[in-house]
């Protein structure tokens, strides 16, 4: 009877050790999937901000100096 109850026991304890386990490397697998999409999403979103800024810049200066054509000086 007692080595019914110490087995019991036993296999109760792996179990609990395997369930802390497996719930410790869930919490670090949830940590790395938040850290990768914040990740992505920061990087995306620089690029498209870099695009979107180069495109301004090639705009601005093509309009000065196409105006500066039309004013006939290109310091205006």
Known sequence: MDNSIIETIEKLYDK???????TIRLGKLSIVYTTADIASDLAVKLVVFFVIGLSLLFASVG?????????????L
């Open 16 to 22: 609990a050790e395997n369930y802390g386990k497996t």
């Open 63 to 75: 309009l000065s100096i196409w105006l500066g054509q039309i004013l006939g000086e290109q310091y």
